[in-house]
T-cell receptor
Framework: DQQVKQNSPSLSVQEGRISILNCDYT??????FLWYKKYPAEGPTFLIS?????DKNEDGRFTVFLNKSAKHLSLHIVPSQPGDSAVYFC???????????FGKGTSLLVTP | GAVVSQHPSRVICKSGTSVKIECRSL??????MFWYRQFPKKSLMLMAT?????????EQGVEKDKFLINHASLTLSTLTVTSAHPEDSSFYIC??????????????FGNGTRLTVT
């Protein structure tokens, strides 16, 4: 039962443009959402997070938007850089514990 | 920043043997660690929650006798894949949260272990 869904397996963006990665979730008990970046053969690296009481969180080139009514969040990267090329995982936490539920990931390719 | 060290990074073993994977928090204490498994082109699936000094909590469908978890100290959790079979071949990743931080602090992940059972 996939409670966190990333429906786009891949995305290609030109350097300097905006990358928008989308994520949907089904469990209304989730109260905290995170984005992780992952390179092959490595563990995920934390990127940015947002609490369910907020609708936006910004950190440098990365902004996460949360639409609770739609159970949707998105990660915006602007401007995109070739070094941003990686797999991005959306994750959500149940408020009953700290375990994270992950989406399947979106592979982002930023071309020069 | 917080570092989680996972060892080995890669292991090949024969069917029927057991493999132990270690997960260490290097510069923080972790009362809780999580073990995930990733299949090709799939998301990270939570296997179990490892609690220091007590029994691990396994997710539905994960055999606790197959995947033995020990969390004997605040900085070390181990996952032992017993009597490994080719279908156990996968990428195993551990994660930990710094016990000294707020509940909203992110989990830190190890670099994973690629297990291949021949």
């Amino acid at each position: 039962d996939q409670q966190v869904k990333q429906n786009s397996p891949s995305l290609s963006v030109q350097e300097g443009r905006i990358s928008i990665l989308n994520c949907d979730y089904t469990n209304s008990m989730f109260d905290y959402f995170l984005w992780y970046k992952k390179y092959p053969a490595e563990g995920p690296t934390f990127l940015i997070s947002i609490s369910s009481i907020k609708d936006k969180n910004e950190d440098g080139r990365f902004t996460v938007f949360l639409n609770k009514s739609a159970k949707h969040l998105s990660l915006h990267i602007v401007p995109s850089q070739p070094g941003d090329s990686a797999v991005y995982f959306c994750a959500a936490r149940r408020n009953s514990g700290y375990a994270l539920n992950f989406g399947k990931g979106t592979s982002l390719l930023v071309t020069p | 920043g917080a570092v989680v060290s996972q060892h080995p990074s890669r292991v090949i073993c024969k069917s029927g043997t057991s493999v132990k994977i270690e997960c260490r928090s290097l510069d923080f204490q972790a009362t809780t660690m999580f073990w995930y498994r990733q299949f090709p082109k799939k998301s990270l699936m939570l296997m179990a929650t490892s609690n220091e000094g007590s029994k691990a909590t396994y997710e539905q469908g994960v055999e606790k006798d197959k995947f033995l978890i020990n969390h004997a100290s605040l900085t070390l959790s181990t996952l032992t894949v017993t009597s490994a079979h080719p279908e156990d071949s996968s990428f195993y990743i551990c994660s930990a949260r710094d016990s000294g931080t707020s509940s909203n602090s992110p989990l830190h992940f190890g670099n994973g272990t690629r297990l291949t059972v021949t």
